[in-house]
Each structure stands twice: as C-alpha cells, then as structure tokens.
C-alpha cells in the first residue's frame, strides 16, 4: 500500500515543531524544572542505576514510535519523522541565536507558564496533523488510540508516573514548578487536539 503525505499537514506538522522548539530553547531550557514522560525517565534512570539517557531514550523512544507504527499505521510513522525532523532542523537554527528571555532563569514560575503554552501549542498542532515530534507524544497518541480517551489524560498520567518517581531525588519545591507545567502543557495539547484535521493520516 502506498502512502502520500499531505502538503498541509507536513506544514502543520513543522509549525508545531516550531513553536515547540523556540519554547523549549527560549524558556524551558532556562527553567531548571524537571520533565514527565520520557526526558524525565532516562534523568531518573540515570541518578538511580546510572544508566545513560543517551541509551535510555534511544530504547524508549523507539519503543514509543514502534508501538505508534504498528498501532496508527505507516502515515503516523512518515508524519512523525516531519515533526521530529523539524523539530531537530529549528532547535539547531535558535540554537544559532542568544535566549531572547534569560531572565526567566530566575522565574520558575513564570517560564513554568510560559513553557506549558509552546509545549501545549506546538504538540497540539503535529498531534492533531497526525505526528508526533517525540517518543512521550507517540505513547500519548498510541494508548488514546486504545483506550478511546481524550490525548490529554494520557499525557497527564505518564507524566505523573515519572515525576512521582522523581520525587525520590528532586527537592518538592522545584516538582511543584514541574508539576504545573505538564498538567498545563497536557490540557492545552487535548484542547488544540479536539480541533481535528480533516484528514486523518493514521485512521
């Protein structure tokens, strides 16, 4: 069976591997605040048993992305190499450029906010064109794909998992900051989800 791409939703895809690129440069890297899913597995495995997240997050991702494949088929597989491929391509050219915000270094608060929005934003979009910019998005989509849920609780259970967990070796104060973030970022992806594509490449 062949597969095609369609112009429109490559370029939903790439928006929001945009947008949540310059988030994730422009504030959450400033931030200091631990992650949920995925980035927050390998961070934990690696205090714990000492095991690489160069490793760890190969494996799960991979994991993740196998699982959405043989789940959503191979559009969810050719739409989510768009994602992640922008979403490498426009990390590297912010990288190019000076933060535009460094003084939310020492606003945990505010860039916990802020963060959640580009996250929520940039997600949502290349979640509901059909891809998904990273392997924690792929577990997202593969288990509402199950279950029937909204993608919003499975991003919000995941993350809750992992940053439990993280409490093991993360002073409570700075979860709390990571705590809002994912609740925030997870309810803003369901919400620009619900407003589905036309067109649905993984169906």
Not at 35 to 41: D, R, S, V
Not at 121 to 137: F, Q, S, T
Request: charged share 5%; proline share 5%; net charge neutral.
């Amino acid at each position: 069976m062949s597969l095609s791409l369609s112009p429109r939703l490559c370029l939903l895809n790439l928006a929001g591997s945009a947008i949540l690129s310059f988030g994730l440069y422009n504030v959450h890297a400033l931030s200091g605040v631990t992650e949920g899913g995925i980035l927050g597995a390998t961070l934990l495995l690696h205090y714990w048993f000492h095991i690489s997240p160069a490793w760890s997050g190969l494996v799960m991702n991979a994991a993740c992305y196998l699982l959405g494949w043989k789940l959503m088929g191979g559009g969810f597989v050719l739409y989510s190499l768009v994602a992640g491929g922008g979403f490498s391509l426009f990390y590297a050219l912010f990288e190019l450029f000076p933060p535009l915000w460094p003084q939310l270094a020492d606003m945990p608060l505010t860039a916990s906010v802020l963060g959640a929005l580009f996250v929520g934003v940039g997600v949502g979009l290349c979640v509901r064109a059909g891809g998904a910019p990273g392997g924690d998005d792929a577990l997202a989509m593969s288990i509402s794909h199950i279950t029937g849920w909204n993608i919003r609780w499975p991003y919000l259970l995941s993350d809750l998992i992992v940053l439990l967990l993280s409490l093991s070796y993360i002073p409570l104060e700075r979860m709390g900051y990571s705590l809002l973030t994912v609740i925030l970022s997870g309810q803003i992806i369901g919400f620009v989800q619900s407003f589905r594509a036309k067109e649905n490449p993984a169906a």
